[in-house]
């Protein structure tokens, strides 16, 4: 199955979703529209298209714009292929390292 495969399969059940703008290099790399959607796909991949291994979480916080960019990778383990699932989250008023240090702070 082509990424092209992939996208048109997607195209019918999920409209919403879209390539995402920065590509992982080799990974079909996809912008979930809000979490729910997001659960909603991985499930979707996992029952429809096999890709049923999750070998990969990671966030990336990007300062300039006040958000964080969830990424999740799922693998189709018989053939090796991979997606990269992506959502953006609206950064905290108050980062977790203020809050632990507010909380050494008010401790001692």
């Known amino acids: 199955m082509t990424d092209e ?3 048109s399969r997607l195209a019918n059940a999920f409209p919403e979703v ?6 992982i290099q080799g990974v079909l790399t996809l912008r ?3 979490g729910d959607a997001l659960v909603a796909l991985a499930a ?3 029952d429809k298209l096999g ?5 990969m979480i990671t966030a990336v916080h990007a300062l300039d714009r006040g958000m964080f960019e969830l990424v999740y990778c799922f693998t189709h383990l018989p053939d090796g292929r991979r997606i990269a699932l992506k959502l953006e989250t609206a950064q905290a008023a108050r980062s977790p390292w203020e809050a632990i ?6 401790s001692t």
């Open 5 to 7: 495969d992939v996208l």
């Open 18 to 23: 879209e390539k995402a703008q920065a590509q």
């Open 32 to 34: 979930a529209a809000s």
């Open 44 to 46: 979707w991949l996992k």
């Open 51 to 55: 890709f049923d291994y999750l070998d």
């Open 101 to 106: 240090r507010s909380a050494r702070t008010t």
